[in-house]
């Protein structure tokens, strides 16, 4: 459990912490191998997520996702290029509910570079990223005493 003055502190740091779907790059699962490969590759993204049409989300998807899926299957380009991208889909990284609290955040966020958030009927809302954590714990290390005393427990049992 996170001490109450840091989980308010970091949640006043954390005004922006979920980037919304519609900011977001995101493919559809019936979207083919041919023009996700082409998209990843020209803006540089390493891992989108990927929705179903009615916004449910899937997984995520990378070049390696695609690639692998090819050489498990022996498939070509010309046979990889035209399939839809739901048979490559990633489901590894965990999603985590709109209405989590920040201590099942940042246990999930150990181990993947981004959350993607849905709510409740598995609609996709958007990402926390660790980076926005990482910079509400940087403010934490370095302005939590602007805000706050830092009383050792022994010294307060005294008074």
Same mark, same amino acid.
């Given at each position: 459990?996170?001490?109450?003055?840091?989980?308010?502190?970091?949640?006043?740091?954390?005004?922006?912490?979920?980037?919304?779907?519609?900011?977001?790059?995101?493919?559809?699962?019936?979207?083919?191998?041919?023009?996700?490969?082409?998209?990843?590759?020209?803006?540089?993204?390493?891992?989108? =997520? $990927?929705?179903?049409? %009615?916004?449910?989300?899937? &997984?995520? !998807?990378?070049?390696?996702? @695609? *690639?692998?899926?090819?050489?498990?299957?022996?498939?070509?380009?010309?046979?990889?290029?035209?399939?839809?991208?739901?048979?490559?889909?990633?489901?590894?990284?965990?999603?985590?509910?709109?209405?989590?609290?920040?201590?099942?955040?940042?246990?999930?966020?150990?181990?993947?570079?981004?959350? =993607? $958030?849905?709510?409740? %009927?598995?609609?996709?809302? &958007?990402? !926390?990223?660790?980076?926005? @954590? *990482?910079?509400?714990?940087?403010?934490?290390?370095?302005?939590?005493?602007?805000?706050?005393?830092?009383?050792?427990?022994?010294?307060?049992?005294?008074?």
């Amino acid at each position: 459990m996170i001490a109450k003055a840091f989980e308010d502190f970091l949640l006043s740091h954390l005004d922006n912490y979920l980037i919304p779907a519609e900011d977001l790059a995101i493919f559809i699962d019936t979207h083919n191998a041919d023009h996700v490969k082409l998209l990843l590759m020209s803006n540089g993204y390493s891992r989108v =997520p $990927v929705l179903t049409k %009615d916004k449910k989300y899937v &997984g995520t !998807i990378s070049i390696s996702d @695609i *690639l692998s899926y090819q050489a498990q299957n022996q498939l070509n380009d010309w046979e990889v290029d035209p399939t839809d991208i739901r048979e490559m889909v990633n489901t590894k990284i965990e999603t985590i509910n709109e209405a989590a609290d920040l201590t099942e955040i940042m246990h999930k966020l150990v181990d993947f570079p981004f959350l =993607p $958030v849905v709510n409740d %009927d598995n609609v996709f809302q &958007g990402i !926390i990223t660790r980076k926005s @954590i *990482l910079k509400a714990v940087n403010s934490l290390l370095h302005d939590f005493t602007n805000y706050y005393d830092i009383v050792p427990k022994h010294d307060a049992d005294k008074d």
